[in-house]
């Protein structure tokens, strides 16, 4: 069975792009504490749309659904989940929100995970939420023509216990040992569960709750308030293509993570920016500033189409009301022009 020891990595030479990416992660990581004591309040909100764009995204990536109107009243507890998907969706909220306000009480071993998984599958009642595989499973790839066929085989089932807890304990000791940066770190880890598959189900999201989970650990909480899972949602097709990259030649130790640690690092860095740019968004609000010199604002940056439920979003110190009566009052006077109607409507700049 393959062995685990992240020393090799910590002894590779990594290309100026990967050096350049952690550099300025490190950067924004050193602005993100000021940030976050400048403007508390406004941030709450920001981390409420995090938590359901999280949720959504990571849950569309499965395959695992709902509408955005369920979605919205299933998190404020207006309603309950009416099938299986929406009881996954509500999983995957109550072990985000688990690491959200608990992060650094939550160990990385064996145990642990399985309580995340048991979690995650509770709502939905899964026999086997909590456990490791007892079937050996696969991982495929859909073609064009519709055939279906194995990418790559992970651990055994009989492995997987002794596999996790060697993941486990090398990522613990690499840590410790402080030889090679946590953000080239995190990626390797994951990279590596992902190739043991330790789970008849719920392996992908699993593997995104973790890659929050070390991330806050490590104090790179851009997570809580822009969601990571979402920019993956948005690059899903690089996503699979950089860990197919990643996983040739595991079991013989001769893989190379390095497209994962790439789009993974370069997944980090929009968020930040993402974060920071709504934070300026936040302190350019000045005393005299109406909700409709912040949207215009808004509008100003943007290039192409927009929707209503983008500009909410990006205008986080305003409610919903306000922003969708400034984009009214933008329309009326020709600054923007909406096309299509209602949730297939957008906006667009009249000197588009």
């Known amino acids: 069975m393959r062995s685990f020891d992240y020393n090799t990595l910590a002894n590779k030479t990594w290309d100026t792009d990967i050096l350049n990416l952690v550099a300025k992660i490190h950067e924004c990581k050193g602005r ?4 976050i004591r400048q403007k508390p309040v406004e941030l709450d909100r920001l981390v409420e749309i995090a938590r359901i764009q999280s949720t959504e995204a990571s849950n569309r990536i499965e395959g695992i659904v ?77 073609r064009e023509d519709g055939s279906t066929v194995t990418r790559f085989v992970p651990v055994e089932p009989s492995d997987t216990p002794q596999a996790v807890d060697d993941l486990c304990n ?26 043991i598959h330790p789970f008849n189900d719920g392996n992908g999201r699993m593997s995104r709750l973790l890659t929050l989970l070390l991330l806050y650990q490590n104090g790179y909480s851009v997570g809580k308030y822009i969601s990571i899972e979402k920019q993956i949602e948005k690059t899903k097709d690089r996503y699979y ?8 030649g595991w079991y013989e130790e001769a893989n190379d993570p390095t497209p994962f640690i790439r789009y ?24 005299g500033s109406t909700s409709y010199d912040i949207v215009k604002r808004y509008v100003e940056g943007k290039i192409g189409r927009f929707t209503g439920a983008e500009a909410i979003v990006s205008c986080p110190s305003l409610g919903r009301s306000s922003v969708l009566s400034a984009l009214k009052k933008l329309t009326e006077e020709g600054y923007i022009i909406r096309k299509g109607s209602g949730r297939n409507s957008y906006y667009v700049r009249f000197d588009n």
């Open 66 to 142: 709902t509408t955005s109107g369920r979605m919205k009243k299933l998190f404020e507890e207006k309603t309950t989940p009416r099938n299986r998907d929406e009881d996954e969706i509500m999983g995957y909220r109550d072990v985000l929100n688990t690491i959200h306000e608990s992060y650094e009480y939550i160990p990385i071993r064996s145990s642990y995970i399985q309580q995340l998984h048991r979690d995650l599958l509770k709502r939905a009642g899964s026999s086997f939420g909590g456990h490791f595989k007892n079937v050996q499973n696969y991982i495929s790839e859909t």
């Open 241 to 248: 293509d950089v860990l197919k990259e990643s996983d040739q």
């Open 32 to 35: 993100q504490d000021l940030y």
């Open 264 to 287: 993974m690092l370069q997944v980090i860095l929009a968020c930040y920016t993402e974060f920071e740019e709504r934070v300026g968004m936040m302190s350019e609000t000045g005393a």
């Open 170 to 195: 090398a990522y613990g000791s690499a840590i410790g040992n402080e030889k090679l940066d946590v953000l080239i770190l995190i990626p390797a880890f994951i990279s590596d569960f992902l190739c």
